[in-house]
């Protein structure tokens, strides 16, 4: 037992690692994209192409003063990045590995109640800061999030009623002939959109408007702050271009083609980014609650259907 526990500890710090600096290096791959997408270079100064620098970028923000508003909560200030982070990096513990990982049945439920977690931290960013913006982008982040949950909740459950279990090795047994996205096209361009807005990401970056929020609900953060928050947002961003190629682009993840899918959908988000301007904030509601989630239910009751009629059969 022991040994056990030895070994996942080492398994997930190892894991651990591996996701923040492959941030380190979206982060890079993010600004010399939009760079090229804006005609203009990237960055290119530091080192070999300017591989150092994201940790360049790093090492200068967590070197920095930590500013602590006045009048802020500073309890609930100081520790909601931590959380978010902490939040962030354990959702990657249902990571599906075969050896000394949690790669538990239910995965998708503890994904589910992790990102339901997040948003609290966020909201507690934007309050405890005792700042009118950033309470403002607290609350546009927690109502874009909640309404986005429920169409991500329902997409991810029509393919669990399909496959018929809660774990993520039944979604590469069942994508060996043919790939989810195939039959399901509408569901995953709709998945991927609230996969964009879950992570508050362009066109959905409500809770960080700079043009009419100053920076929404971190507006009171700087330096090591900062810097955690935007770490979270990130591994959000890998973990669920995971999800997506797992759950839709066949889920192989003992190949090395699936960490290629896994870029792609990464490059997409950026790419989207640089390409669609922000929507209206009651256009964004008025998409998830009339378009995503009439669709996500028409699937389910479709699934629903299919898996009966399969069962009656047998």
């Known amino acids: 037992m022991m040994y056990d526990l030895i070994m996942f500890i080492l398994n997930f710090f190892l894991l651990v690692v591996c996701v923040l600096i492959s941030v380190a290096f979206l982060t890079l791959l ?22 150092p620098q994201p940790f360049s970028d790093a090492i200068k923000l967590i070197c920095k003063e930590q500013p602590i508003p006045f009048m802020s909560n500073y309890f609930l200030y100081y520790f909601s990045p931590v959380f ?3 939040i962030s990096l354990f959702i990657w513990s249902i990571f599906p590995y075969m050896t000394y990982m949690c790669s538990f049945s239910y995965g998708f439920l503890f994904f589910l109640c992790c990102t339901s977690l997040s948003v609290y931290t966020l909201m507690i960013a934007g309050w405890s800061s005792n700042s009118n913006y950033s309470l403002l982008g607290s609350l546009r982040s927690v109502a874009q999030t909640i ?8 997409i991810l459950l029509s393919l669990i ?9 039944n979604f590469m047994n069942f994508q060996i002939y043919c790939w989810f996205i195939v039959f399901c096209f509408p569901l995953a361009l709709s998945f991927f959109a609230s996969c964009l807005a879950e992570t508050n990401r362009t066109p959905f970056d409500f809770a960080e408007g700079e ?9 009171e953060y ?15 961003i890998i973990f669920m271009s995971m999800l997506f190629s797992l759950v839709f682009l066949g889920g192989d993840f003992y190949s090395f083609i699936f ?18 301007p922000r929507f209206r904030y009651d256009k964004l509601m008025y998409l998830a609650w009339s378009s995503f989630l009439p669709l996500s239910l028409n699937f389910l009751f479709f699934f629903i259907g299919l898996s009966v009629m399969f069962f009656s059969m047998i």
């Open 211 to 219: 043009s009419e929020l100053v920076s929404g609900f971190n507006i």
């Open 84 to 86: 978010n982070l902490m």
């Open 161 to 169: 009623l399909l496959i018929g279990s809660f774990n993520m090795f």
């Open 30 to 51: 993010e600004r010399s994209v939009l760079g090229y997408i804006q005609i203009r270079k990237g960055p290119n100064s530091v080192g070999f192409l300017g591989i």
């Open 222 to 236: 700087g330096a090591g702050g900062f810097t955690l928050i935007f770490l979270a947002e990130y591994t959000s």
């Open 259 to 276: 960490f290629i899918k896994l870029s792609f959908v990464s490059f997409f988000f950026i790419w989207v980014r640089g390409t669609l």
């Open 147 to 154: 309404s986005y949950e429920v169409s991500l909740a329902l």
